[in-house]
Each structure stands twice: as structure tokens, then as C-alpha cells.
């Protein structure tokens, strides 16, 4: 019998796909909080007195009526589930405006700001008495934040124990000073989670240990997929505690992005 001559391997044809290595997986983008959308804000105010003309003519002039301040010139963005948001800037650029446009203080004249839940403004300053003692505006702040007072009861000691002001909770505001004040402030508005938390420039006062405590505060807050905008001039604050940069100069978006490049091409218009 003659010698097969086939030479053709064996091929197995049963041989089951052998996946190659996985296709690599976008992460889902965050879920978004806010959205500003070609945001305008002006002031109608009444002036009188003197001032520069328009234009920056080098001449002062008599003003009298109403005039219109244009503090927000169409100023677009969105920030999401998680992110800590610094907004920095020159004075007047309207840096406290569009914080108060997200919290709906100041309605935009133009343009709309959408948000998934009501943002809270870290300042409940407005909502606090003098002539009350640390006890009672912890109950006032809690309850201009929207807590219900059995809410507010349960998180008293936290709010007291975090303001380190233990010994003087029961004596009037007034007679505090402003970084104990601001100390108060800080701990009613941060003592729970917020979805949307807005502070602006609470952290410039109070002494360095306590701001370094308030900090750890922004950043266990957005850990827990809260956003949070923070105003602040401090770029050290900033640095620590952001994970994005906003600047605004009169009143519209110069930049958007890393904060160590905003606060770079920022600083470099500083000197
Ligand atoms: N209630 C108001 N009525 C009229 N004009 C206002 C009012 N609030 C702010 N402005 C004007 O709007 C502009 C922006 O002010 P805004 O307070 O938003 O700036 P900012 O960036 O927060 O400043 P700063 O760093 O000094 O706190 C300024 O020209 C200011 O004069």
C-alpha cells in the first residue's frame, strides 16, 4: 500500500473564539448637577455722583438715574456629580453673582440655570442674629437651610463640637468675634451632606487650623458625589481642595479647566 502523501496538518475547526484582550471601557460620565446656559445677570441701580464716562473716556461725568451694571455677560458651563468647582477672578467679576444666580438669589435677565436638586449657599449669614445666643442661630441657620428642627437637634453637637465653641454656645452672637462668627457659619452650613453646596470665600477667615479642618470638610462632602463651588481669592485653597477651575473676568468665562493651568494663565495676568 502506497504512503499517504498528504502532508496537511491536523486542523481542528472546534476550537472555541479566544477573546482577546478586553475592549477598553469609557467610564460612564458623572451625572450632571448644574448647568448654566448663556448666563446673563444685570443690576439696575441708581446712581449719582460722578464717574468715568462709557467706554473708559478719562473723563468724569455727572450721572444721575438709573444706570445698569452688566454683571454677568453670558456665562455657559456645567459641572457634575463630584466635582469641586473653584471660581476665581478679579474683584467685580462676578464671581458671588453667578453663585447667587445658581442658588436662583439673583434670576438671570437672560439665559437659565438648570440644577437637580436646590443648591445651598454656604453663607447663612443673612439668617443669623446678634442678639442671639450660638444655640438658638445654630436652630435659625439650620432652619433657613431648609432642616427640620428635629434635623437640627440630632446635628447641634456635631455643628458646636466642629466650631469649637463649646464654652460660648450659649452667649449672644454679638459678642463673638468674626472668625468665631464665621466659624458657626461654616459648621451649621457644612454639617450635613449637600448635594449642592456652594461656599463662597467662608474659608478667608478663621485661623489656619481651622481652615485646613473646614477644607477636609469641602472635600468629604464631594467625596460623597456632592458638587461644590467655592469662591475663594486663596489659590492655595483652591489648589487643595478643587478639582476644577472657573475664572470669570468682567463678567464672562475667560477659562475653564485643570486648576493648576487656570490658576497659572490667572496669575500671570496678576503681575
Ligand atoms: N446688588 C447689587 N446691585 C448692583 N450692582 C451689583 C450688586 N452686586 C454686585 N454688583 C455689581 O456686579 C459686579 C459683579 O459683582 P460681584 O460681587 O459678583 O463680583 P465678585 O467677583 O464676587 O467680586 P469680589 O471678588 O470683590 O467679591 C460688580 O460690578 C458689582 O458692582
Redesign the pocket.
Known amino acids: 500500500m502506497a504512503e499517504s502523501t498528504d502532508t496537511t496538518p491536523d486542523v481542528r475547526t472546534d476550537v472555541p473564539d479566544v477573546p482577546g484582550p478586553p475592549e477598553p471601557v469609557e467610564p460612564a460620565p458623572a451625572p450632571l448637577a448644574v448647568m448654566a446656559d448663556d448666563v446673563h445677570v444685570e443690576?439696575r441701580?441708581y446712581a449719582s455722583g460722578k464717574a468715568l464716562g462709557p467706554g473708559g473716556r478719562k473723563v468724569l461725568q455727572r450721572t444721575r438715574g438709573v444706570r445698569t451694571?452688566h454683571?454677568l455677560k453670558g456665562v455657559t458651563f456645567s459641572a457634575s456629580q463630584g466635582e469641586s468647582v473653584g471660581v476665581i477672578?478679579?474683584?467685580?467679576?462676578?464671581?458671588?453673582?453667578?453663585m447667587r444666580a445658581i442658588t436662583g438669589l439673583t434670576p438671570p435677565s437672560r439665559g437659565a440655570i438648570y440644577a437637580t436638586v436646590r443648591p445651598n449657599l454656604l453663607g447663612v449669614g443673612a439668617a443669623l442674629l446678634g442678639d442671639l445666643s450660638g444655640d438658638r442661630n445654630i436652630l435659625l441657620g439650620g432652619l433657613a437651610l431648609g432642616f427640620t428642627k428635629t434635623e437640627i437637634e440630632a446635628m447641634r453637637d456635631d455643628i458646636v463640637s466642629f466650631a469649637e465653641l463649646e464654652e460660648f454656645i450659649d452667649l449672644p452672637m454679638r459678642t463673638y468675634s468674626s472668625g468665631m462668627q464665621q466659624r458657626l457659619k461654616f459648621a451649621i452650613a457644612a454639617a450635613k451632606q449637600h448635594e449642592i453646596l456652594i461656599v463662597d470665600?467662608a474659608l478667608s477667615v478663621g485661623d489656619r487650623r481651622f481652615r485646613e479642618r473646614s477644607e477636609q470638610r469641602i472635600r468629604d462632602i464631594r467625596e460623597q458625589a456632592g458638587t461644590i463651588f467655592l469662591?475663594s481669592?486663596s489659590m492655595g485653597t483652591i489648589r487643595d481642595t478643587c478639582t476644577r477651575v472657573i475664572w470669570?473676568e468682567k463678567?464672562e468665562l475667560r477659562e475653564d479647566g485643570e486648576p493648576d493651568e487656570v490658576i497659572k494663565a490667572y496669575e500671570k495676568t496678576k503681575k
Open positions: 443690576y441701580v451694571v454683571a477672578g478679579s474683584n467685580g467679576s462676578g464671581k458671588s453673582t453667578l470665600e469662591v481669592h470669570l463678567g
